[in-house]
């Protein structure tokens, strides 16, 4: 016995009012009660749960499958069993039969519901028995992709009613799906005939449902049922582009992938590639070229990984920083060079791919995070998304270290950025035996605060330096230099053990104590191993580049703390490869980042990508992350007036003037030294520290 | 003194309400009161009344020119004079020094309201003078371009608001012009940085606010004041190519001009031509390739006429038939040449004109007319509009005739149509002495009806062929054959003058009485002209191709005035060339249309072009258009019982059973007369002619 439609609305399906059968959805919780016969899938777009269906309840492309639990929930008052689900009709052994069903799973759009059920929704349905898997992000993103594709049975032409095969479709598509007036792709437009007559009049359309233009698009149209579509979340960073492919009606990444960003060969860092623009005529289109290139050549890499068809990926996110968003869009990023940092567009974008020349499906967008600021980029806007300080009561610091630092700091209530130019120093490019991480590179230090011994460990071997067969399992990469991460820890290591006093100067005096601590003109360095042309050293002008790099986040981190009128951050999270490598209690004992429970500081990697990765999956965050980017007060902390002041109390260890209480519970920090280093000040002004 | 701005609402626009100064805007009538100095240009706007203006009331665009209508006018209680206007302020005398502005005209924007007053709004106001003007059209067509000229003085940018250059540029289009959730077109953003800049931050956008997907686009940015836009309107018919080039800021038509289909090498007609496609792998490419690189060489015509750099166009309108249609946007039209006849697309379309290697603006939309059915096209649909059956309560029939003729029948209440394949007979083509229309065609033809001779104009030649010096004057172009209209003419002065019977028989028995009546095989012809290889003949074939023609015509007709339920129509327009040649009279006896009061019928010339002229002016006219298709019901000629028998019934002269009382009136008809000829049946089923 069925009820009318009206029995599934609001007021019905409050519990209690009416004894239909009760149902629960897992995971998301949502109940709701429905007239003995309703489809499951029915109930669940009632309630708005997210079950995926192409195929439009034909029970063909296997998408909406679910599974009952069985069981007495006593706490939900419901005794779930598959005696109160209608056993499997034609239609859903045809399915089986033909592409297998697995054991306990139903097909949603068949099943229909004659009891009380708890229902769950698995989290990715896998249809394509040839798609790679791989671990996904152990974040679940809830799905809401902007891309559809849905299945519909079209009207043949009728000499009647002389309606375009194309306008015959658009009006199917609104009958079945609700699709409301409808645009369509130009290319497609020539290619409708043939299709529809190809599918005998079966075609499955992918709709856009998140064109910047509001209306939503056919971009995409194929005979038959379609029964996959991809897309791609890309971090275009200044060294390194990062992809994942993910199937947009699973969310399951299917291949990840990354590559150097080719655009190095025309400069190391963002300055030298805005110059090398300023002096070669064709120097923006060389580089845009290069990154796109490359953007074609590593969507090749994860769709042979993914064993997807480039023409199946059918949307597309992008975040980058504010130089790498105008190149890599054909805009010339001279104005970002320069004061006052003029982008030439702040707010997101949409592109056709082909536009910007990405080889994909001709039909697939392009979707570009917004800018936060002239230094403050999409991907520290996909960075904020991801880790949503906006979203919580905590205050949290966002830190995204490079040769530029982004800094987020906010909670639910306000949240304020800035960068800092932190110089390129934290990836080991000014100091004296900085390399990139590379096998071979020291990655861990530590030193005996008595015999001023350290003991290390390389990239590639698994010993610390001071174990035994350490030699020769180094024997094969040697030991080359120190890698970013390790620089950080060698210099809170010197100052722990002493070696260095609380402004940085390195302590000749203890060079009578240790061979370790050499001359080198007028000040010393620590000989972190070998001699002669392999000697590695910690000189005094690494030192300083280091406090110089940590002062310039640190003050750019005060400052927005001042804005935001707090003494404290209640967590902290590094953005970036540079923040996954360094130990946040170095970083700390250098002053890097302010003080904090140190549970609360977690490294969170491409948190870029993992914002792309969101705004793929899930339009409600594209949404979300445009109205949050207007709303983030941006600090240009070179017009601050107490910049200067808080970089140059941010240039001791860790500070001159802000306490560690946190940090001090942990650590032992070394009483306060006062060591006038040749050809150096030293001095300053004292205040005393509290420590705690 | 000046009041709040509340007072100039509609309630206090009331006429009375206030004591504010009445305002009359000629030519539309629009009136309101308006506080002492409110600017003229506002008050037009309050009004609705269009005056256009570009620079945004800096007294520098020159477009809001208006003249002040001196003198008491009695009948609105209006008496307007100059000192009612406030004098030329510094801005104005500035333009007047740099540009130049004519005896009593003022600029509406600085000009501001003292006292009552009657405001003319000139129809054109030419600001470029280097513009070459041509009479337009005697239409006098509402603007509302979809293509509008903003000027904006945009901010600088500012390291405190870090919002990017092209935001603000949308922020100040919104604050200034009212635009909100404004896109751009591609192509721009690379070059908005730029332009600002060399614009000194004053920059002139283009704004489409009549995109397909409802939200206005930038789609063109200059520098300084852009004081000029320009507009194509286009019908692709598939003999002949017609453009105009329209300013959209006056509305002028600046330069027209036409040009061969190149399609034709692929197939005189439109049959041909599908039969090329199908029989030609690459046919559908070439020959949208010739039609699209056809439309570029006219644009760069019209462009010279007028003076105008392709650049400078900033949209464009299309009308086509079906065939024509398909094949300009890359559609194969196989589909078209078979039933169902199915439209790939029937709705309007917009692409940008690069989308389909239009040559122009790399900003500039293009829009399609909706067609109306698989022969009804977006040319009918431009006819329809121009001529608006649906705007008025009189039953009117437009007819636009060529290989296939489409028919649109209808008033206020209800519009129908359909087309009918009266092949290539009207134009000359299946006629033994036919031709194109050229030098040396006969154009004109009387026939004494008790001699039976003939005399005839032909193209390139003044006099009739019975004046003195015909023959010295013909000497040079030749007399070669009978045009399109003539054969209309001929045929009906044979029937008048009794050469044919009502059946359409040529009268053996004259050849006693005439030496023009000239056996040939088992029937007779007619001699206009000649002898030997020379010889310009009516055969027997002749009339029978047209007899077949006419009637394939006037069956589709009676067929719609059936559904119409209507006995006779009161208005009847004549689109395209064919109708723009041929004598009403002439076609009345031949019965190619229904009886009508012959002052109620007119060649209205290429109404589907000026269909897509007021499509172009007035975004309004799309709206119109593409409801009116929907409302219209296509009848099929073809799936209609009766309409064998309407066919067989139209053979006649003018018609075996419909009475033509208001022709009689004017026309003496021949009393009937049945000749049996050779090899024909002649005879058939026999009804009483009423006559008047």
Redesign the interface.
Known sequence: MRYDDTSGNESAMAEGVSKDPLVLFMPSGKRGRFPIGTPVLEAARKLGVYVESVCGGRATCGRCQVEVQEGNFAKHKIVSSNDHISARGPKEERYDRVRGLPEGRRLSCSAEILGDLVIDVPQDTVVNAQVVRKAATDRVIERNAAVQLCYVEVEE???????????RL?AVLEKDWGWK?L?IA?HL??Q???ILRKGNWGVTAAIHRD?????PFIVGLWPDLKNEAYGIACDIGSTTIAMHLVSLLSGRIVGSSGTSNPQIRFGEDLMSRVSYVMMNPDGREAMTKAVREALNGLIGKVCEEGGVHREDILDMVFVANPIMHHLF????PT?LGQ?????????A?Q??AH??DIDVNRGTRVYMLP????H?GADAAGATLSEGPYRQDKMMLLVDVGTNAEIILGNRERVVAASSPTGPAFEGAEISSGQRAAPGAIERIRIDPVTLEPKFRVIGVDLWSDEEGFEEAAASVGVTGICGSAIIEVVAEMYLSGIISEDGVVDGSLAERSHRIIPNGRTFSYLLRGDGEQRITVTQNDVRAIQLAKAALYAGIKLLMEKQGVEKVDAIRFAGAFGSFIDPKYAMVLGLIPDCDLSEVKAVGNAAGTGALMALLNRGHRREIEQMVKKIE?I?T??EGNFQQLFIDAMALPNKVDPFPELAKIVALPERKVITAGGEDGGGRRRRRERG
């Open positions: 032409p009728d000499m009647h009613k002389p309606l375009g095969d194309l306008d658009k007036d645009l130009p437009i020539p409708v005939q043939s064109m910047d233009s509001s209306r869009l054909g805009i010339d104005e004061a006052p940092f003029a982008l030439a567009v702040s707010g974008l592109y056709w536009e910007i800018c936060i600021a002239g403050v941006k240009e070179a017009l």
